[in-house]
């Protein structure tokens, strides 16, 4: 997708104001956040869980290549095969590859957001192979030709009256009186579709939750069943999965996803988590003749080592979105780039550079309530300050902005000018503040004042009005 | 300053950090630290040396500045046992990030570590470490709380108040919807995405209307101009103060935004 990171502004004002968009975007904050509460009440162990979430992924940082091998000796001795991208457009070639070795036609692919980072199905289509999305959200937004607007929702930000034109629009061999008005309707709908779609497709595309090292296992965790029929149909399976998804053992992988469902939706299991290892052997009934896992790094391993490497412990639940008091405002369009929301505000200046991003890690009152919520414990705000940092030093921030922090600056570091500039200041702007103590409107506090009251000051500053009363006691002897 | 004698020798030190909002806007919040303090047995202190803690710098990226600001009021304060602000964000800003500002240089790690340690909040300062059960305050008045979101979420934050609110004769706590969300203030957040800024706070008081309350109490001075600033906007009634003032029992001053009664 094109990115638009840097227009976040003038992205957001316009989603405040889409009226469609605000009604779906209530449910976001209905649907998600009271089912992850009950879900992490009713586990008492949930936050040591949490602990142990990030315990073992800190630890397979510090040994990613370690892991990385392990893992790839595990695929190749199941008769698998990995190949390994340095960046999107690697990635993008491999896969193709892979689908024109299998004389592919059509693909069909299940919910993955790195087939989104690395904009395979554009690619694909370039070269005239049809991917099909079998996720119901996805396979909407795929109509529409929409990107997702969530990592685990992609087309939260529609309502089921739109999706439901979209369908009678492009399931045009469908009866015309078909009830469409229900959510389980559509669902059936999509189902109906896509089954033929499974049958004839010749490649099934996953992105993978974990990748485990000590058995060259890919898990997938889905909602409708539909990534085992993208994955057990085709004759051949292509993982595609960024580097840090790795875990060192089954175990480990079950201490994670112990704290993955009920973070992202509330469920204590996802309905589908399915663990693949290799094609199909002799005696099984199905499954791919080929087993094929794309391993992604596209920036992430510079991150290794920065002070951004916290943030390869996601697992991509999407609860810091679901959170977010912005998101919730503008939902996940305006972030302008693959990954929105708290996450995508670390993630994306990572690995789309800052310059492009600048504006993401900015949008945020650092309310904290994603790092609350984070089931692996990543410090997202003190990250998105990180990258303030990096752009602070490279002037990449406003120039207003930079400004007006140096003149506020250069006042808070000399107290005593700070102080006989604020003794006249504040009573100057309290007398202006009149009998409503309250400004409409303010020169340069267009900011403030365009959507609500500045307060009036007083007065006297606290420490002129405190040094009075300390003399006054003194002159009175008390 | 406050006493002499023997009750000095037991009666802790405590540098009052007043925070540039309440030294800029409200200095009603900073008499009802005061008294809240030296009720508690609290020697109080009020450097002149203080601007802010550094929080527009620190949030906007710029290391140098918040470090120089910092030092300065390390400086200012260390030599008292205990710096109380009563801002939630301005006391986490003190006690849980100054010291990473001051990582790996042996002359102030630890000196910034020390001071870090003293660092309060006013209100979990009075429950938490003065044991303060009862202010002795008296108001009518249907109360709402809103968490802000540094002292809630960097310094636990949530049930102090209001134990000390519970034992306010008169006051009757009505708990809004979501008392725990953003109020959309964030700093210069809030001007600098005006708009979102606005989406966020239009909830907000959206809830504190719903809530039946006639009077909002926060924490932290930057929280409550913003609702206040919005509710003045929307017409509301609602009174807003910086709930100092109530547990102090000193509200004869106008409400924030607001003309009196």
Redo the contacts between chains.
Sequence with gaps: MELTANKFKANASKALVDAQLQKALGNVEKGFIGKRQKAADALPEFDALRDNARDIKNHVLEHLDLYLEEYERKVTAAGGHVHWAETAEDARRIVLEICKKANARTVTKGKSMITEEIALNDHLEANGIEPVETDLGEYIIQLRGEHPSHIIAPAVHLNKEQVEGDFRRVHTHLPEGRDLSEPVSLLSEAREVLRQRYFAADVGITGANFLIAETGTSVIVTNEGNGDLTQTLGKVHVVVASIEKIVPTLEDTSQILRVLARSATGQDMSVYTTFSTGPKREEDPDGPDEYHVVLLDNGRSAMLGTEYQDMLRCIRCGACMNHCPVYHAVGGHAYGSVYPGPMGAVLTPSLNGIDETGQLPNASTFCGRCEAVCPMRIPLPKMMRHWREREFERNLTPAVARYGLKAWAFFAKRPKLYRFGASFAMPLLSLFGGTSRRFHSLPFAGGWTRHRDLPAPEGRTFLQAWAQREAQKQETGQ | ?TSSGTKAAQQPRVGLF?T?L??????????AS?KLLQDAGCEVH?P?????C?Q????????A?TR??AE?VIE?FEEFDFIVAPSGSCASMLRKHYPGLFEGDAAWEDRAKAFSAKCHELISFLTDVMMVRDTGAALEARITYHDS??GL??LGIKEQPRKLLGNVSGVEVREMTDSD??C??????????????????TKKVGNIDTSGADMLLAGDLGCL??M???L??QGSDVEVRHVAEVLAGMTS??P?????K
């Design positions: 300053m007043a540039c309440v030294d800029l806007f409200r200095p009603s919040v900073g008499f005061v009020v002149v040396a203080q601007t802010c550094g527009p710098a620190y949030n906007t990226g710029d290391r500045d120089e600001i300065q200012a979101c540094s979420r960097e969300v953003c959309g203030f964030g700093g210069t957040f809030c001007v600098k995405y005006s708009d979102i800024s606005n989406a966020i706070v101009m913003n206040a600033g919005k003045k906007r001053q106008p924030i935004a607001g003309s009196g």
